[in-house]
């Protein structure tokens, strides 16, 4: 059975694993070390941050938590893509992108007569819904019908 190296009670195993003291307020305060935080993986997003111990002091020596993409020292000077997404081919292989065709302007659904009777009607002081049912078209085909009839039409 371990004991607690300033009072020498007895310690639970389970504490034994990891520490040589107890958790009475003086032993702690005599004992317990501050641990050393480095923040690694800094982004926008999240940041990481590892207790400094002689494990991680290895791995930030070696380099393991730059970032690639920033450093080519740590990816031998190859780029580094991230896991789950395809490789991309080289810059030579790359083809044009296809010539596109201008957009066609785009024609209303209705005609010009329809959208005269429109402007009429809005300007008897009906409202869309009784312009489009005489129409026999939609509240919203008809609201563009008087838009554009007003906007055609001198005030």
Known sequence: MAHCVTCGSELHPERAEKYNYCTRRECREENARPLT??????????????VLNEQTRDDLAAGRYQDARKSA???????????????RRPATARRPPAARKPPEPRRPAWTSAQEDLAGIYSAQGMRPDE???RLGV????????????KSRLPR
């Open 37 to 50: 935080i480095a923040a690694v993986a800094v982004n926008k997003a999240a940041d990481q941050y590892l």
């Open 131 to 133: 312009i489009a049912e």
């Open 73 to 87: 020292s740590v990816t031998d000077g190859r780029p580094v893509r991230k896991p789950g997404t395809p490789p």
């Open 138 to 149: 939609s509240r919203r085909t008809a609201t563009q019908m008087v838009l554009a009839a």
